[in-house]
């Protein structure tokens, strides 16, 4: 019983431990076609032109190394399919968030400037436009009564430089947006357009800007990229588990429809026939190639005389012994037969 147990320990020893690198080739598999390798958020800054009625800035999110292979071809229009394709920031099918945040300073010109309109516009590295969005904005108003009382409040900070008279305005511009293959997105243009009639006056003063750029990911998917060991154990535990008892009821419906023997017959057949072949082997005796054994007669020779021959030949000695002169005579004759013999 101890060795049909120690059989079958071994077995599923054996089957547990192919299971588990299926396990980590299955989760290894599933990280690389799930989990974004890119990073979760990027930040580009925006530098507005205010020579145009209109200021715009244009903010690309490429590589280092992306921008420098895109900067070869002289016109972006001239740029291939295969490097545009290859030169993305996303991978295909990814979906992702755009913001823009604009910090304006607390100034007259920005409160009676009211109302503008931001328009902000994903581009491709060849310049084309895979969506727009246009959202208002404007600096929120602040009584004077509140503005004196939070100066008070807090004049030493600004008198060290530590808080600045600024507004910041976050305006999510793109939502949800699905990464494409043949389109990828690179960049983002923004542009601040006046309100309708304000003219010149109307254009907000800007004290710096900045296009955000998120992952839209699910909680498992957040779970998978910011705690990347914790959450390989534990799927390689949980992928683990479900395999081994997926083979094991898999293999007690095949044991139960006959299709395979159970554990206990297996390792039973096996001891059974590791004693048989155990007790041949020890029963068998050693023979040479012609059929006789090992000994040979040299072996009897070197061994000496057997009992009956010491026998013979004492009884010959104690004749010899009785019968007086004729003791030397006889002792010659035995040794010479005995010459004969060998």
Known sequence: MATTAAIMTAV?????????????????????????????????????????????????????????????YDNPKLITDAALTSSRVLTPGQRFDVSVSLTLPETTHNVDAGVFQVRAELLTARGEVIANATRPAMLAHTGTEVRLLRLLVSWPLHALGLVEEVRTVTLPMFEGVSERLTRPFAGVRVTVVPRAGGGPNAVPQMWRAHADLRMDMSALTRFLYHYPASS????????????????????????????????????????????????????????????????????????????????????GGETTTNGGGGGGEGLRQRRVTNQATF
């Open 12 to 72: 599923a020893i054996s089957v547990s431990i192919l299971l588990l690198f299926l396990s980590l080739a299955l989760v290894v598999v599933f990280r690389i076609l799930v989990v974004p390798t890119t990073p979760a958020s990027t930040r580009q800054e925006l530098v507005f032109d205010y020579v145009s009625a209109a200021p715009t800035a244009v903010s690309s999110f490429l590589g280092a190394k992306e921008t420098k292979a895109l900067a070869l």
């Open 232 to 315: 390989f154990a534990v799927m390689v535990l949980v992928t683990w588990g479900y395999l081994c008892a997926a083979a094991l009821l898999v293999f007690a419906a095949a044991a139960a429809a006959g299709v395979v023997r159970v554990p206990t017959s297996f390792a039973g057949e096996v001891v059974r026939r590791a004693s048989a072949a155990d007790g041949k082997q020890r029963l068998d005796p050693f023979f040479d190639g012609m059929g006789l054994t090992t000994s040979s007669d040299d072996e009897a020779v070197s061994a000496g005389p057997t009992p009956s021959r010491l026998s013979a030949d004492s009884e």
